[in-house]
């Protein structure tokens, strides 16, 4: 009975699911004094096709803003510009879908649910997490480049994979980035 005392607010106070609201982290300033293009660049629409994108869409417009910043290759990086003010510029749209599929070895993890909950150690979790990243690229109105581009993880847990999933979160955070970073690329390829 004591045990069952303690397991109880135990399973109460963590959290198993795996969060998909990692935004990727800052990156290093680049070349900052020589642009490879003179116009500004507009963050125009950023939509991202998820049930619980509220707070989270605008934390990845900032990020998508500080990754354009830092690569260098426009003068200046905005999310609003009056076009009043400045006759050309470029404009990015972004849409962005993220899918994440994971599983357990029941073979292995069925003790943690029975008889020996919330202490059973072999709990094998396996996640796969697929970012699709569509973005269009514009000049005063006028397509110049639209892509796709979809980049996959996966990671497993071995032990405690109910309760542990700091890899899971990381992965999802790099496989992010590396759409970014390759997002980033191909504009700088294209302009």
């Given amino acids: ?14 959290h198993c699911s795996v969060d998909l609201r990692q935004v990727p982290p800052p990156s290093p300033n680049g070349n900052m004094s020589r642009s490879q293009t003179n116009l500004p660049l507009v963050i125009g629409k950023f939509e991202i096709l998820s049930a619980d994108r509220g707070v989270y869409t605008d934390a ?8 354009l910043t830092s690569s260098g290759i426009f003068q200046t990086v905005t999310t609003e510009l009056d076009p009043k003010t400045t006759t050309d510029y470029y404009t990015i749209d972004v849409e962005m879908k993220t899918d994440f ?6 073979w ?8 020996l909950t919330g202490i059973w150690p072999i709990q094998f979790r396996e996640g796969e997490y697929t970012v699709d990243f569509k973005y269009q690229l514009y000049k005063n109105k006028s397509l110049i480049k639209e892509e796709t581009i979809t980049k996959k993880g996966n990671t497993e847990e071995f032990l405690y994979g109910l309760y542990k999933v700091r890899n899971f979160h990381r992965m999802i955070e790099e496989t992010n980035l590396e759409a970014v970073r390759t997002c980033i690329q191909n504009l700088s390829e294209s302009l």
């Fill in 60 to 67: 990845w417009r900032m990020a998508i803003k500080g990754h």
């Fill in 1 to 14: 009975m004591r045990i069952l005392t303690y397991t109880i607010p135990f399973l109460l106070l963590i």
């Fill in 101 to 106: 599929q994971d599983k357990y070895n029941w």
């Fill in 108 to 115: 292995y993890t069925w003790p943690a649910l029975w008889p």
